[in-house]
């Protein structure tokens, strides 16, 4: 039983917190959301550099030979420091079908891919195209295939290279990458509450793919794909709590009122209190998921599906906390505070809600 | 990172387990306090558990321990509740009075109690709250005069569980009531049998009496008692408190884990169709996994750098909210018969839960002064007064 981290796991921590402070310090939050393309394109290959896009990827392709525990912690620390980028959605959401294709893997190892997910699950899409019964057909063309339908709600769908898509064959749902070309499958992106992370519709028309994993095999893929996704996001939100608490501990220590610092009343020191031990409860429960993704332990799925519903919910609040905290400047635009708050937001609507997940959870219990 | 056991504590675990499922005597699982007979057995349980080692498992060898790491201790916790086996009567001595006197004593003071801690042959209880002093330990009255070669001790404390049955008692009391607060204080030993201590057992809403009052009059206590120096023992106080949240987060939490189980137990007989009632299970059930894992990364903390971090109190915080939660969950389920006192089935057991979880957010560092904790010494805020 340890349940610490090694000192070289702790040395990729405090690296990538030092990066990410000089390189996307908040100040710069305003400038990258408002910026063409939404995002600091030229931060990619500088994160494939330090080893983080193919941090799980074997050595034989390029990559650093490690884990979901190292990828965890580059998740917790992108949270904290709000990245805009498709790390999320190449890491967690595509890499498990892009495992499937050794050539696939190097190039993520080396940023020449990004890629996200579109999957084939009514709840995770609009009501509009629930209504219309959204999907992805898949059909056989010589060794190719061709997808058609329609999917929406698809994270980073206009920053990524390619889509791992999850349509529907004729044996089942399969797993599929089409790779964007001249303008094609057809995207278009809603404007995103989170502009860090933005929603978008993707339309096929039979577009070519390739096939990743034919059905019986996808649906484990599948699985895994989301248990990764919950725990990854777990991680991502205990970043974003531990940096609103920070936020809100700061200004409690110097803003005065009534000749004191506003940190000297129970009022709000118990309000930050209480978001620190929810944010080191859903930081336990986090690394618990991580630990059993990594290991893929019979508990794995329990494990990111308490975790990332506890870790969404202390990370909305928390958020919610240091808004109440910083008064009036807190509600503001040009506080980075708000930009925290809608990435917790985005994470807590992200596959379920919350009840949602624990009801996962109490049929796990009730039946056992 | 690995939460696995390790080979050596899944053998200590295994032969903890065997040797709980043959020993713990059937009058003592899930018992309520210790008062009546439960008394009698109690002190032959706690001596059966020393005989087996389980006794001062952290303790160092030098001084009759196991020598083992916090894991081994945080193991037979969580085995302890797991088996709803009572704790040993001894846990102020061990956990508490014990650690201090061997990080404080003279020699001759460990070689005179130490021993006697383990083997469950003294009784320990502690005198630290006062009816004036509760949060604000270190305003207590209690005077301690040095008279010759022995000093006597007059006043009040309370909220003393195991006084009543104690034969020693770590007391903190004022030798000096001018200058600075905390530097008038001093710790003795104190024997219970001394004339002029008076128990007077304190009944708790649930009814039962698992703690007390303790009085003071004219107590003659022998100069050799003192442990540190005088108007030193705030120091010595720390060090039992901090010892008082150590690997106490792992007995919560196996405690918890007894709750849940049999929540869900209760939950799946008479609500399981019940949505509300599913998803505050469930809630209860994170929870539950999040200070267990909160423990582990606190004992892994401990390990590390050999004191107890700021993740006791959290997992103090939150037990005892959690625990009120849950009783209450359950004496909903139970229903309108949760109000029959008589009987042992399943409404009473509730009923007394419920009850006795109004304790856990005041009992060992109220939920205020926890929070008063992290804001000050983990979060670094000014302090509030």
């Known amino acids: 039983m340890d349940f610490s981290f090694s000192p070289e796991q702790d040395q990729l921590r405090a690296h990538a917190r030092s990066f990410l402070e000089k390189r996307f ?60 980028g498709p790390y999320f959605s190449t890491v967690a959401l595509a890499l498990p079908a892009l495992a499937c294709a050794p050539d696939l893997l190097a190039k993520v190892a080396s940023g020449g891919l990004t890629a996200t997910l579109a999957p084939d699950d009514p709840v995770r899409q609009s009501a509009g195209a629930k209504a219309k019964g959204a999907a992805v057909e898949a059909r056989r063309a010589g060794d190719r295939w061709l997808l058609r339908g329609e999917t929406d709600l698809v994270p980073d769908a206009g920053w990524v290279d390619a889509f791992v898509v999850e349509a529907r064959g004729p044996d089942g749902i399969g797993l599929y990458l089409a790779e964007r070309h001249d303008a094609r499958p057809l995207i278009r992106v809603f404007d995103t509450v989170d502009t860090t992370r933005r929603l978008g519709r993707v339309t096929f028309d039979d577009d070519s793919a390739r096939i990743l994993a034919a059905p019986p095999a996808a649906t484990a893929i599948i699985a895994s794909t989301r248990r990764r996704a919950l ?46 031990v929810e944010t080191e409860l859903a930081r336990s429960l986090a690394y618990w998921a991580a630990w059993c993704v990594a290991e893929d332990d019979a508990q794995a799925e329990l494990a990111a599906v308490a975790a990332k519903a506890y870790a969404a919910e202390a990370a909305v609040a928390a958020c919610e906390r240091a808004i109440q905290v910083h008064g009036g400047m807190g509600f503001t635009w040009d506080h980075p505070l708000h930009r925290y708050y809608k990435r917790a937001l985005w994470i807590e609507s992200f596959d379920r809600s919350g009840a ?11 039946a056992g | 990172m690995d939460l696995r056991d390790g080979p050596e504590e899944a053998a200590f675990r295994a032969t903890l387990r065997t040797w709980l499922a043959a020993n713990v005597p059937a009058e003592l699982r899930g018992l309520r306090g210790w008062t009546g007979p439960a008394l009698a057995l109690g002190r032959a349980w706690s001596k059966r558990l020393a005989g087996a080692g389980y006794a001062g498992l952290t303790w160092p060898k030098e001084y009759g321990g196991a020598g083992q790491p916090w894991r081994y201790q945080a193991v037979y916790l969580e085995e302890l509740a797991k088996a709803e086996a009572p704790q040993h009567l001894g846990v102020i001595g061990l956990g508490m009075a014990g650690p201090t006197i061997i990080a404080h004593g003279r020699p001759d003071q460990k070689a005179r109690y130490l021993a006697e801690i383990l083997s469950a042959d003294d009784i320990w209880c502690q005198g630290f709250s006062e009816p004036g002093s509760g949060s604000d330990l270190a305003s207590v009255r209690t005077r301690i005069e040095l008279v010759g070669d022995h000093f006597v001790v007059n006043g009040q404390k309370v909220w003393s569980s195991y006084a009543h049955i104690a034969d020693r008692c770590i007391l903190l009391g004022r030798s000096a009531v001018t200058g600075e607060k905390h530097e008038g204080l001093t710790y003795l030993v104190v024997d219970m049998k001394s004339p002029g201590v008076e128990v007077r057992p304190l009944r708790q809403i649930t009814g039962e009496a698992e703690f007390n009052e303790i009085f003071f009059t004219d107590v003659a206590v022998p100069k050799e008692n003192l442990l540190g120096e005088i108007g030193g023992g705030w120091r010595v106080a720390m060090t039992t408190l901090s010892h008082e949240r150590g690997t106490f987060g792992f007995a919560l939490a196996g405690a918890l884990d007894v709750a849940v189980r049999k929540l869900v137990a209760l939950a799946r007989e008479r609500a399981g169709a019940d949505a509300l009632v599913r998803d505050r299970v469930a809630r209860e059930w994170i929870e539950l996994q999040a200070l267990r894992y909160t423990n582990y990364r606190a004992l892994a903390h401990l390990e590390r750098t050999g004191a107890p971090g700021p993740e006791g109190s959290v997992a103090k915080l939150r037990w ?12 909903e389920i139970v229903g309108q018969e949760s109000q029959v006192a008589d009987g042992d089935g399943t409404a009473a057991y509730w009923r007394y839960q419920q009850l006795r979880s109004r304790g856990n957010t005041i009992e060992a560092g109220t939920s205020e002064i926890l929070r008063n904790i992290i804001a000050e010494r983990v979060l670094g805020l000014p302090r509030s007064r």
Request: proline letters at 2%; zero cysteines.
């Open chain 1, 25 to 84: 310090p908040a100040t710069r939050f305003a400038e990258i959301a408002m910026s063409e393309d939404g995002w600091d394109r030229a931060s990619w290959p500088e994160l494939a550099r330090l080893g983080w896009t193919g941090a799980s990827i074997a050595e034989a392709q390029g990559g650093a030979g490690q884990g979901f525990v190292e990828e965890a912690i580059v998740f917790e620390e992108l949270g904290r420091a709000l990245y805009a």
């Open chain 1, 231 to 276: 725990a990854a996001l777990a991680l991502e939100a205990v970043g974003v709590a531990s940096f609103a608490l920070a936020l809100g501990v700061e200004h409690a220590k110097s803003r005065q009122q009534f000749g004191r610092p506003i940190g000297t009343y129970q009022a709000v020191s118990h309000k930050l209190a209480d978001t620190y």
């Open chain 1, 356 to 366: 949602a997940h624990r009801a996962e959870i109490a049929q796990a219990l009730v």
């Open chain 2, 320 to 331: 005892s909210e959690a625990n009120q939660r849950l009783t209450k969950l359950a004496i």
